[in-house]
């Protein structure tokens, strides 16, 4: 069998990583197995450890590649990205809280925020480990965002990313489409109705 290059190794790497950000966004860790993962990116588990040194290491790689999709969507409402679009319209922070407490958002884990699929998961780990590690790194990512955002103070964006996340959760945990869909309506005001 042929070896690959450098670079073919490299983006197997990325696909795995890729493929595991989104399966852990829709099942959970837990119930991604690396065999799973593997087969998703098209790869056989038997070259895993060429990539990675244990499970817990692709998991903290997939969670950090997580929170960078959300960073970078911040940052393309803020201008510090490649441009999304018009100027005109709602702020970068409307524009994000609306995005974040949208039925599209609820609806498709895999695609969202790791901080409401994966939060119980993370405060399970041990302290310390490369999971809880790369949450917490994520988490203040996500809180530097919403600074930048807000234009307020840290204490607010911790309040706000609170609420986001918390919507998010109960709004995909409640199995009435109506309470879930006024979760994410009661939310949305509060974060974007100036004295709310």
């Not at 997939?62 to 702020?91: H, I, Q, V, Y």
């Not at 490369?130 to 103070?153: H, I, K, P, S």
Request: hydrophobic share 35%.
């Amino acid at each position: 069998m042929p070896r690959v290059s450098r670079a073919e190794a490299q983006q197997h790497r990325q696909q795995v990583i890729d493929e595991t950000s989104r399966l852990i966004r829709e099942k959970g860790a837990s119930q991604v197995s690396v065999p799973e993962a593997m087969a998703a990116a098209g790869l056989t588990h038997g070259g895993f450890y060429r990539h990675f040194s244990s499970k817990d290491d692709l998991v903290a790689q997939a969670l950090r590649a997580a929170f960078g999709e959300r960073r970078e969507a911040m940052d393309r409402l803020t201008g510090e990205g490649p441009a999304e679009g018009p100027e005109e319209g709602p702020s970068p922070r409307t524009e994000f809280v609306s995005r974040y407490l949208s039925t599209v958002h609820r609806d498709n884990p895999g695609g969202g925020c790791p901080a409401a699929t994966l939060g119980a998961e993370a405060a399970r780990a041990e302290p310390g480990s490369a999971v809880r590690t790369a949450f917490t790194a994520g988490l203040r990512d996500l809180v530097d965002g919403l600074q930048r955002l807000d234009g307020d103070g840290r204490e607010t964006a911790l309040a706000d990313l609170s609420t986001l996340v918390g919507a998010i959760l109960l709004a995909r945990a409640s199995d009435d489409a109506e309470l879930s869909e006024e979760i994410l309506t009661a939310a949305r005001h509060h974060l974007t109705t100036p004295g709310a």
